[in-house]
């Protein structure tokens, strides 16, 4: 099934209601290879709430999108994959840890399908949600992890074990992450305390900082992704704040100093050999964008830089 | 054909792609009594741009909105009237009069198959297309246009014939609306000639200004509609304008010192003995709204009580 | 103690971190008559999130307001009442019960001083933290409610029991309101069910709709209200989707077609011989409003007139 | 000299430099009647500072008004009197005494050439400049005051003499306005001081708050003004926080439950009987508005309602 | 003649209606060197709308910037060049075909008088009026065309043939440019077709994306531009989308990865060579800037830089 | 004494009136080692005002940061040095002299008590205040300024010799800068005169261009400060215009093509060696922020890393 998108150049972008990159609403998940499926939760936020309404924001920008990609030898990413928009997850806002078990459900039908799903958060607490549905199918994954911050605190208010800033920490006691395979990349910005990288080295994680990031080049830093996650299934997460807030204002906790958009799109171009079983972009929230929306934009291009590092695998 | 909305009660509503009400998105015209199509051409505009965002701007705040209506007897819409959302007319943008074409085939595929289009807009110039799709079905119409302009120019810029300041003019030209039982309420403001309003006269239109609405009260104006367009098929068309900026600050070419949300909703309730064949909300542009929307939630509102209108009558 | 707020005359408004009518940030709460409280929880919002921001944004408007209320003989409310801002009650986003369960225990710490609290939500499940700390020691309290909506509903979102729709039903069932004496002002709008207002006159509640008010008039609504409430200390709770969306954009669950801005203050101005222990405004959320942040600014105004009417009965 | 405005039915309004209702930029100040003339200074406002920038906001949504007022038995303004925009004066920002001397002196070069001027602000302390220049060349003025404040107080931060809040105390100290024949329309809200509304009893002036306006009627209110001013040359003078802040919301200090815009426009067009020598619009400042530019649309409407009172005095 | 700009140190930048860089308004066109002039047309915008009101955004911002160029050589333009605003173009609003006409009009009626036209767009379809009119007086010109897309589509909605998705294949049809002597620079994203960049080199086009800019260095493409233009009079075109969307949001089809504004002001700093008869800047939509407007300042920016590449050959 | 901030661990950072890095708001001076100090007065400003409205505004964004710097070897800043937030110096809107003298008379009572002030403006002009507070203790200052202008113009509109425009000459003739020790960094952009930068040069300061900085590198230019300044209390100012306005949209006077947040930040945490007696981040203008407010956020993060600076020597 190779179902294409709208053609732009029949009907102008702002005919319809918009899905992701105009692809067909999926009324089935038969002969699907990939999905596209909204993830509204912000339960999870311990600062700036609205990321339920990421998942809309990002498809309307998304309808800019062409479905060939240049960078990896203009592949025709819908001729590849067969790919859909599946909608959104429910979810049951103000109760973080039954909006995560209802993502969880959500993702783990399209993972039964045999379907890669692209999440669209939401704030960052869904991607436990989803590392549990794949790795439920494929095992421990090894996580590769874009963000400006580490995620691998114990606790937050109230002594809650689920919220934003814990997941890749929960993720490692449940399992079903592989630390020693998985790779964060982008930490930068203040601290809490002064463990706040070391205790993601400490849960086995490798970490790359923003400085980092530069120092070893985008060619390397993309070498080190693959041999770290070299022979395991891997999710890849990407959170908004990873960019600059230049770039992406519209995040939950912006931390001043990040890649540029362009430097941003360099290094995922460049990324190589995954073995790519699941993917989000997250953290993206409209309510903080300008008129421009240039944060959903973005969060749109990577979403499909994904989708054609997945199409040129599955060529 | 009796298909429900989601039940927003179980479902957040910023959960899916929004249709208008979160109305199934239609298939199949089969069995449909009434359909909302979105009509997103902004090319007859003479001021402000972007009413093709208008569509989607509507249904997205359209999800606030619940099927069933106090005002007329606590009527379940949707049970009484199947209804679809049934996508956007495709258009030429930069290219009036091939958008117009685009948009009468696609009103005529609705009633051709006997449903009652609710038409959103765009700019006003649409409705031209709409008039002449209904008429080729039910012959001259009798209007009902509550704008605080009469759109009854003879030409615009470049002495062209077709743009959102002529389209009432048109239609008395080309025999599908018959004034002597049409109306147009609301008009106020300064003018380009002392002839604006003797104009519409002259044409056959009774006018009710937005003073007179004030004097007569809401319920006699409501009476004189119904005697002036009784026995002939109703097209009724709503320019956001007509609102007070405060209420309605996202239109194109708004006019200080009109009747508030609340009068104006007033007015919509007390409507009756119209036999409704179709109808529109247009000019509302999201561009010009604030973050709140309040544009689009009030064009959905009035378009929402269009639809109890019909389903009263229907029931 | 009668401590006065920062005299604007003297420094500009936007000097300084801004309380509550750039009153004194409370150290202690002794000798405190009233005290304003922010009560940051979002997590019972059902559509738009936010609200957790709204104490703040109601604090950086209030600054525009003075001392003495003209429409109750010129009484200079902070000659009349110790006030204090108290800050903010913690939450725990994302975990509705704790955050309910954290707010009842702070405004129960003013309560048990004798102070009455003003509270600034939130959205409107806070409400029933409230009640609960002022029933706690006055008793099962008559609700003076003015909102769109009636909140009375069972379930939410995963049939959970609390939500911003349900904390009036909860309340009956709880006790600590007595709606026999109680009574809900300005319900308007479509409705889920055919039941959504005969539900709180089935709980016993009495209930006015917002086409009520304007047909017995003001006068005569604030007589009912005093009528209905006498001899019960009362909660009264601003809604500020109780006011028409374009004086109130930023809401949670705007419903066009309400009362003025003016029309509302002049309400609020002629309530009398009520027994007040404590009120709140909710639901206003900066993120939604424009940059007048005409909103806030309402909500700030709505809280003064309240410390005005407690201060002319205690003076 | 009869120079008409670009005329909008054959260039679109968004084509060239915005003037006020697209009016000639004089080149000569001779053979003029009227003149518009931006005043933008903004040194006087104690809370919110910009409306330097509202001289070009409201020229750029003036653009939407047309020539003939329909209020005034269909006169084309223009035809009756010779208008130009004569551009700005100059001011020094942050230099408030040194500001109000250039708007003098800006102001007395039209009057001097017996040009009726139509200011638009800048703060409210402007008027006072152009009170200096009116009654320079007509004597002792009869003062029509919209306004929500008095800004009759004596002194302001730093003990200073001239500020938004005290130029109408300073026009009677100098001399300038006739207080017994003068009238401020429209105070409300709380006040500093019990003495805020009887210091302008006090100095002389008749008031009339808001309540009181709707008390007494629309009608009646123009009546009482004709008489107050009966026989003397009238400087009417309009702050935009007159009107309410859901119809005005960029204004520098909006205060909450003011009249509409409808009901505004309906009070302006029943004004009769003035001898006008001059006007102004203040406290208009774009950054508050959303990008509806209402307020600045309102402004513009008020401006030119004035011009259509000159005219058919004129006539 | 050389008419000097407003004095900002003399007159404050927000005083008077804003010409660009404070030009005086031309009332002849003798004696004129080069002349910036709006062309307010978005008729040809398939997806965002609302550039027509570009030049008026571009002018605001434009008085930001100071007449001396300090790279190159400290000159002060406007002594070099006399040059003055001569306001806009007139168009047709939603007719593509008669606004082009128009545009076309307008800018031969400089090129004839002998001045260069700096254009300020608009969407891009107005460049194809420009160079048609640039070329009947100078002959096939060398473009030099920086922009994220090509542009050289054959037709777009409705089989149209003018749009500003193809006019760089029309003018080269037309044989108003000659593309073996043009370039296109900036070119990235993702594509409709595989041959989206091959129709670019296929029509003639030298092509250099934005990946090669980086590799290649910014020297080395200035003296490319050059080189390829030699010894022919050249129009140098400037799409806003070019540039990164964090430093210019508020374009039509924004294309996220591009240049930072300083990397873009030093290419355009560092061309030479060129023997410039035209030029534009397009695509600035203000309705999708910021608060900020930087896309209107940047846009503003990049005409003052090619003003001063042509006042250093002309000096 | 070492009083800790609010952990944002325990309380949601949108709980509570914020101060700087929700730190204790002191009470008393005694025992701070670090005070920051808002000063909001913009009546120095020659073109966009409300910088006022600045100091609050970096607060707000503030609590997003966190206390330990890992960029200067992991310091906890707050244990390091025992700072408060001191709310703000009063003012005198539209009377710049007068303001000065109230924000010199602030910042003297901190520097009195041995405390090292962390000015937020308000407009440019505040630092002459500053200056004057910190000289009359410390002696004459080397100044490193961080700026896209030099703000060494002789006077401005009406001869005024204070302004946002000239305190950096001022500074010089009052003997309190030691401009042979004082360094200003980052001009760019087109000039009023040719003398622009050479008025700096002949008042006695080094001078590195935005191009210099990036030809000589960062590291480089760290250097060259600490030498510039060895041996001299440093006062270090920071003009938010310094920084790309893609990065800080929100300033007074914006300059396209300047460094990015990321790059800023690098220069910053490579300063050493300075003798940090006073400092100030300046003319961030909340009302030109996007809803991201990241100017804001930027400025917060640059006076944090300030701090750390000054953390780092003192430890």
Same mark, same amino acid.
């Given at each position: !099934?190779?179902?294409?998108?709208? /053609?732009?150049?029949?009907?102008?972008?702002?005919?319809?209601?918009?899905?992701?990159?105009?692809?067909? $609403?999926?009324?089935?998940?038969?002969?699907?290879?990939?999905?596209?499926?909204?993830?509204?939760?912000? =339960?999870?936020?311990?600062?700036?709430?609205?990321?339920?309404?990421?998942? /809309?924001?990002?498809?309307? !920008?998304?309808?800019?999108?062409?479905?060939?990609?240049?960078?990896?030898?203009?592949? /025709?990413?819908?001729?590849?994959?067969?790919?859909?928009?599946?909608?959104?997850?429910?979810?049951?806002?103000?109760?973080?840890?039954?909006?995560?078990?209802?993502? @969880?459900?959500?993702?783990?039908?399209?993972?039964?399908?045999?379907?890669?799903?692209?999440?669209?958060?939401?704030?960052?607490?869904?991607?436990?949600?989803?590392?549990? #549905?794949?790795?439920?199918?494929?095992?421990?994954?090894?996580?590769?992890?874009?963000?400006?911050?580490?995620?691998?605190?114990?606790?937050?208010? *109230?002594?809650?074990? &689920?919220?934003?800033?814990?997941?890749?920490?929960? #993720?490692? @006691?449940?399992?079903?992450?592989?630390?020693?395979? =998985?790779?964060?990349?982008?930490?930068? *910005?203040?601290?809490?305390?002064?463990?706040?990288?070391?205790?993601?080295?400490?849960?086995?994680?490798?970490?790359?900082?923003?400085? @980092?990031?530069?120092?070893? *080049?985008?060619?390397?830093?993309?070498?080190?992704?693959?041999?770290?996650?070299?022979?395991?299934?891997?999710?890849?997460?990407?959170?908004?704040?990873?960019?600059?807030?230049?770039?992406?204002?519209?995040? $939950?906790?912006?931390?001043?100093?990040?890649?540029?958009?362009?430097?941003?799109?360099?290094?995922?171009?460049?990324?190589?050999?995954?073995?790519?079983?699941?993917?989000?972009?997250?953290?993206?929230?409209?309510? &903080?964008? *300008?008129?421009? $929306?240039?944060?959903?934009?973005?969060?749109?291009?990577?979403?499909?830089?994904?989708? #054609?590092?997945?199409?040129?695998?599955?060529?």
């Amino acid at each position: !099934m190779n179902v294409l998108p709208v /053609n732009s150049l029949d009907t102008p972008r702002f005919c319809g209601v918009p899905t992701f990159m105009r692809l067909p $609403q999926a009324t089935s998940l038969h002969g699907l290879d990939a999905a596209v499926i909204g993830l509204p939760s912000d =339960s999870g936020a311990p600062f700036r709430t609205g990321a339920r309404f990421g998942p /809309n924001a990002v498809r309307a !920008m998304s309808v800019m999108l062409r479905p060939i990609n240049p960078y990896r030898g203009n592949i /025709n990413v819908f001729e590849k994959l067969a790919c859909a928009d599946v909608g959104d997850a429910s979810v049951v806002p103000g109760y973080e840890v039954e909006s995560l078990d209802r993502i @969880e459900e959500s993702v783990a039908a399209l993972v039964t399908a045999g379907i890669v799903p692209f999440g669209i958060g939401g704030d960052h607490s869904i991607t436990l949600a989803e590392l549990r #549905a794949v790795a439920a199918r494929h095992g421990p994954l090894a996580l590769v992890h874009f963000d400006s911050h580490s995620d691998t605190w114990d606790k937050y208010f *109230g002594g809650k074990a &689920y919220s934003a800033g814990t997941p890749f920490r929960r #993720a490692v @006691e449940e399992g079903i992450v592989t630390p020693g395979q =998985s790779i964060q990349i982008g930490l930068r *910005g203040s601290l809490f305390q002064a463990t706040d990288i070391s205790q993601s080295l400490d849960l086995g994680y490798d970490v790359v900082t923003t400085d @980092e990031i530069f120092d070893i *080049g985008f060619k390397a830093l993309a070498d080190r992704i693959a041999a770290r996650t070299a022979g395991r299934p891997v999710f890849l997460t990407f959170d908004m704040d990873f960019v600059d807030p230049a770039a992406a204002p519209a995040v $939950q906790t912006p931390e001043a100093g990040g890649p540029s958009a362009r430097e941003t799109l360099q290094i995922l171009r460049l990324l190589h050999g995954l073995d790519l079983v699941g993917c989000d972009v997250v953290e993206a929230n409209p309510l &903080y964008d *300008g008129p421009g $929306q240039i944060t959903a934009l973005l969060a749109a291009t990577v979403l499909a830089e994904l989708m #054609a590092l997945l199409a040129s695998v599955r060529g």
